[in-house]
């Protein structure tokens, strides 16, 4: 019971902790690609955004969706931009919204659009990454309590 207790705040510590550091980085890297962007640079600005964009941040999705409609760093392609701006949206900003809407009204195909934002949801929406979070967690606490031999392999499911 008590090696339970000091097990979990432990996790706790060190989990804030990461998270911290995290949006410290994630921070760190938006500044860099909007100077990237301020100095049109756009292929190394796409680039950087693209990274964060991947792994949820909606502000880079945004960017992303607009480097899309205005052909910055990348082939100008609505479809994907709306697919982008879909992402933003789900942050919550009222913006990235109102964007999303006149990019599925400036879509040629919008049957197309929707399709392409489906699948960058089940990539790199919300639920998937929160999915992809879980089972990453797992992992590291199955290894933690010695369920894992080292490797992927070598680990048992939970």
Known sequence: MKFS???TCVLLFVSLQSSTLYAGKLQEYRGEADQ??????????YKTYFKLAKIGDHYSQGRIATMYANGEGT????????????LAAEGGDEAAAIKRDE?????????????????????????????KAEKR???RANHEM?????????????
């Open 5 to 7: 207790v000091i097990a």
């Open 36 to 45: 990237y962007y301020q100095k049109q640079d756009y292929k190394k600005a």
């Open 75 to 86: 082939r100008p392609d609505i479809a994907e931009a709306y697919a982008w701006a879909v």
């Open 103 to 131: 990019l599925l009204a400036q879509a040629s195909d919008k049957a197309k659009a929707q399709k392409e934002a489906e699948k960058l949801k089940k990539k790199y929406g919300k639920d998937a990454l929160a999915k």
């Open 137 to 139: 967690e797992a992992m």
């Open 146 to 158: 010695g369920g894992c031999t080292g490797s992927r392999l070598g680990c048992s499911k939970t």
